[in-house]
């Protein structure tokens, strides 16, 4: 099953086997959205199925939770597990001071209340997700529906005195509807090219009446895990700054790979 696999795909997988190195018995997770965070929630199953992992997830937004109570995981309220030892999540983009770009699935607002309340957040991903500036990916801002198309006129306006290459911002779309999400909220895309001063930027999109948050996460992240297609692995740990590398095992495993119909 596992030669069906792309790069890409083998790249994300070994990056979510290693983030599982971070869970422990008894431990609250904050389980990602994405398509690496969703490799990470069937390892994660795997190991509460077959070793028995006593786990308790918090996932981040509603398909999450489905994979993760599809594949035996005990998902709980954030309100319920009240703080969690560890957020696994993937990101669209990091830079070298590990601040993300997330967003790209349209869950940034639930990944990021779940990270802030998390002792560590991991970040899951392949290298084409590292860049030098943060920006190239456009930027997810999750605003209220009410008056939508003036809070992007004031995003745009304000984009003008922001050290940023691009200003364009638009409506996501879901075919001829406005993506909706979780909480019932749409997403404008800035296009901005390469943000100056990511912290600058998190702050000042917060302050906009109708913004309700942005994808930019600032000092939130600890350790960036790199998947490569031939099964090695990158793990950068901000903290202790340290940079660890091993080669994982590609094992084929039916179980893993059952539910693969995305
Ligand atoms: C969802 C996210 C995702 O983590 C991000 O889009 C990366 O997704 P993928 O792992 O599919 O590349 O922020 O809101």
Sequence with gaps: MSGELSPIDKAKFVAAKRSTDFVEDGMRVGLGTGSTAA???????????EDGLKIRGVPTSTRTAELAREVG???????????LDVTIDGADEFDGN??????????????KIVAT??????????IGKEVENLGAFPLPVEVIPFGWQTTKSLIEELLVSMDVLGRDATLRMNGDHPFVTDEGNYI?????????????????LNQMPGVVENG???DICDVVILGYGDGKVE??????????????DFV?????????QE
């Design 235 to 248: 793990t950068r740990d901000i903290n202790q700054g340290t940079v660890e590398e091993e080669r994982l």
């Design 216 to 218: 930019l996460f600032i």
């Design 252 to 260: 084929e495993s039916d179980n893993l790979f059952t539910d693969l």
């Design 117 to 126: 309340a998390s002792d560590q957040m991991v970040v899951i991903a392949d």
């Design 39 to 49: 490799w990470m929630v069937r390892c994660l199953g795997e190991l509460v199925r």
């Design 188 to 204: 404008l895309d800035l296009h901005l090219g390469r943000i100056g001063n990511p912290h600058q930027m998190a702050m000042v």
């Design 73 to 83: 995981i005990e998902v709980v309220s954030l309100d319920e597990a009240k703080w």
């Design 98 to 111: 590990l601040n993300l770009i997330k967003g790209g699935g349209g869950a940034l607002l639930q990944e």
